[in-house]
Structure formats: C-alpha cells, structure tokens
C-alpha cells in the first residue's frame, strides 16, 4: 500500500485510513457531516495527493492531446485549466481529468483510480517527437483548501492576488516561502484552491494552514466527505457516472464534448448516440422516503426495471434528503418523472430532478 | 474504553439491558463509532418475534449499509421511533436515547450466551 507524503499527519490527526487506488488515504477525521459542513459553511483541507500527475512537455502536447479527448485544448489560454474526457472507440471514458496550461508545459490530473491506465495508454500513443511525459505520481502533492473561507484563509500565505485569479485559472507562486502551482478549481460545489507542491514541501504547507485557521473553522477533510460534496454538487465521479461503458453524452456532460474538433477517439460513437437519443443516461433523483439509495439498486418505472442506482447519499446541502444518480432507460430520465428505488425488496418513490443539485449561494 | 456496568453484550457489538421480563437493546459506543455518522436505521417491526443473533434490521452511516443482529430472543414490545427523525441519537447517546428496540424476553436463559462489561471490552480493544 503506498503513502502520500501526508499520511504521517493523517495517522497524528486520529483519521481514519482506507485503501483507495493502491494508496492509504483518510475517508474522515472527525466524522463526514461535520466535515462536510466545514467546506460548505467555512473551508476544508484535503489531501489529494494519490491523483495521477503527468508534466506533458513539447510543441505538439496541444494537437496531440486534441486527438484523444473529447474537449479543446489547443484553445486554452495560458495559466487554463480545462475539464476534459479521453473515450475510448465506443464513447466511453478512459478517464475524466483536468488540463493546466502551465508556462513551460501541461500538468494533467487524472483519477487515482486510473493513472496506471492513463500513463500506459499515453506512452503508447505519444507521437515519435514533440511530446515529453514524465509521470509525478506519488511524488507530486495536491492539497486542496475548499469552501467559502478558503481564499481569505489562503491569502495571507500566498504571493498571489487570489481576488485576480479567476475559476479555472491557476498560478505559479509561493506558499509560505514553498513554490506552487495554485489552481481556482474543486470537486466539492465551492469556491477554492487546488495547491500542486513537491511531496517533501506539502507536510509544511498542511500544518501551517490548519495551525493559522482551524480556529476559523479550517478542517482537516478525506475522502468521505468529498465524495458527498461532488455528489450534492452534480460532479461524475469514475467508476460511477462515467466508465469505459458509460460515455460522456450519458453522463450529461455535452458542453465538454466540441464536436467541432475535426477528429478525435470515440467522435463518431458519440456522434451517433446524440444523434440517435435513445441512449441510457444519468438522472438526479431525490428520494422521498428515509431510506438511502446505494451503488447497485434496481430503478422500476411503470412496473419495470429501466437502470440502476450508481451513486447515493444523505445530502445535508439538499434538505437532508437523499439523493442519487442512477443510470435509467431515457423514457424514465425526464424531469418530474417519477420512479422508484427498489431496497432489500421493497419500493421506495423517488423523483428525477435536474443536477446539480446542489448551487453554491452567490 | 469502559462499558456501562449494567448491561450484557454480543460480540456482533449490540448491548442489552435486562429488566425483569423485558430488555431494551442498543448498539455499543465502539460500534456507532466505528461506523461514523448514522443517517438510518431500519427496526424490526413492534409485535414481530426475533430470535438470538438474528438479523433483525439495518444501521446506514454515510458510507455503508451494517446488519443490525440481536443478543435475544423475544417479542418487539416497542422501537425507537424518535430515531426516524434523529438517527445520530444512536452516535450522541448510543446507552441512552440512542437505544433501538425493547423486547419480551421468550428464553432468559439465553442470557448465558452473553458477554460481561469485561468480557466485551477485550473483543472492543483488539
């Protein structure tokens, strides 16, 4: 099992660690709600260091990486960062993950859960010149700060003017005297930061936030907590909303899908499925009753099975509900529909609403 | 960790307290926090028979769905409905208001098949 450079906190700190994508990692310190209610109400602390980081350097990185996903990246300005998706042949995704146009280059996170398939499939495909990948997986840090408090407790660390950085635009500075990459970007609904550092630099730059601000309110955050935040705020998580059978056009995520790029892998599968529109697809559902829908359970609508449950949770941000996604049949996925979840052999009503569900307050 | 002196245990890391011919059942303070916050709870039916270390409903935190066993046999006199509303009584109070259902005892006897307060607190500790 292999540690990020932060595991000594976690162990210090009393979180609880699970293996998650070859790495142990904290799925909670002091309990998910209450975590989960820092990042919404003040700001949280998490340790993302076991995502995949690839340095991708060269004159053809743009072009060549346009070939293989489904969103621009030639277009991106400097200091960008960009959602994209590479596809497989039929449309479903190797992976979903950001592009940060960087000044000498591109990092590109990816999941966890797929960096070993991401780094293979990106050497096999890398054109004979004008493309450099050097793999900073596990030796990279990620430290994201989230929540509506995060910039004002991050300023007075940092050389940056957060105020003047924008959402998916990032920044070479310094935290504490340490050089970062600081990105405006998330997974939890809320504004906030994403610090890229060297491993051995990232224990420093932990400890010092939470000592300037967990009387503010500052919590140490894992992967429990994170993983209800995304849900409330309507992000895919892989595995989930989106694998290498469930394609981007199914996930809901059309606006990262430029059918104007000339080619790339999977263009014509999705094509062909926007065009035909009788594809399975993602829909929100909120629950009526009190019992949470998990990963697996049948979806009935009118007396039949139309998918399954692919994530659910109690959602604190969305009355305490609990809500889900589920991959259903497209005559059940429309707005308003009503369906039912079926648990340890019973009906439970549950009703299709737009994602996200959850919007930050502006 | 120290256990309330009153009660008897399973080793599933239920709690029972007897009173007479009834007892009131609950989950123990290593269980409700080894399994975080605790958003559901799903409690066997008032008037339902349930046997010795049956699976008789379900605990749901955040993450995960647990089985909720019981450590005797009897009748379902009552259930905590108060946890339809406040199911994280079970992590405040879990000796307490988080207690989950009372039974009639069919089978004292069964007793012996418990665990002392000292008992339990080696199983809770390894």
């Known amino acids: 099992m292999r540690r990020t450079a932060l595991h000594g906190e976690h162990v210090g700190a009393g979180a609880r660690m699970v293996p998650f994508a070859e790495f142990e990692m904290p799925v909670q310190y002091a309990g998910i709600l209450r975590e989960h209610d820092a990042v919404r109400h003040r700001a949280g602390l998490f340790d993302l260091s076991h995502m995949g980081q690839f340095r991708l350097t060269g004159d053809m990185v743009a072009p060549w990486a346009d070939t293989l996903t489904i969103n621009a990246v030639g277009t991106m300005k400097p200091l960008q960062a960009r959602y994209n998706i590479f596809c497989n042949p039929g449309g479903g995704a190797h992976d979903d993950t950001i592009f940060y146009r960087l000044e000498d280059g591109w990092l590109l996170v990816v999941n966890a859960s797929n960096a070993d398939k991401m780094w293979r499939l990106l050497n096999e495909r890398r054109p004979r010149s004008g493309v450099e990948l050097e793999n900073l997986h596990g030796r990279r840090a990620l430290i994201a700060i989230q929540g509506p408090r995060s910039a004002r407790m991050l300023q007075p660390h940092v050389d940056v003017d957060l105020a003047s950085l924008r959402y998916y635009f990032c920044a070479a500075g310094r935290v504490i005297g340490i050089p970062v990459t600081i990105a405006r970007t998330g997974y939890t609904g809320e504004d906030g930061f994403e610090l890229f550092v060297e491993g051995g630099n990232a224990s420093a730059i932990w400890n010092e936030l939470l000592r300037a601000h967990h009387g503010e309110g500052l919590e140490p955050c894992g992967l429990g907590a994170r993983d209800v935040l995304r849900l409330e705020a309507g992000m895919p998580l892989y595995g989930h909303e989106l694998t290498e059978a469930i394609t981007p056009v199914q996930a809901g995520l059309k606006w990262a899908i430029k059918m104007d790029k000339p080619e790339f892998v999977g263009k014509d599968a999705l094509q062909e499925q926007l065009e035909l529109d009788a594809y399975s697809r993602i829909a929100g559902l909120v629950m009526e009753g009190r019992t949470p829908a998990r990963e697996g359970y049948p979806v009935w609508y009118e007396g039949r099975t139309v998918g399954t449950v692919r994530s659910g949770s109690i959602a604190p941000s969305v009355g305490n509900k609990n809500i889900a996604t589920a991959l259903v049949s497209p005559d059940a996925a429309a707005i308003g529909t009503r369906l039912e979840v079926e648990i340890r052999g019973k009906f439970h009503a549950a009703t299709v609403v737009a994602m996200p569900f959850y919007k930050r307050p502006k | ?126």
């Open chain 2, 1 to 126: 960790m120290t256990q309330p002196s009153d009660l008897l245990f399973s080793k599933e890391h239920e709690w029972v307290r007897l009173d007479g011919e009834s007892a009131t059942i609950g989950i123990t303070d290593y269980a409700q926090n080894a399994l975080g916050d605790i958003v559901y709870v799903e409690l066997p039916k008032v008037g339902s028979q349930i046997e010795q270390f049956a699976n008789v409903g379900v605990i749901e935190s955040v993450k995960a769905v647990s089985d909720l066993f019981t450590p005797t046999s009897g009748e379902v006199i009552e259930v905590n409905e108060a946890l339809e509303d406040d199911p994280a009584a079970v992590n405040r109070d879990p000796y307490g208001a988080g207690w989950l259902i009372k039974v009639r005892l069919s089978n004292p006897d069964e007793s012996k098949r418990l665990l002392s307060p000292a008992e339990y607190e080696k199983i809770a500790a390894e």
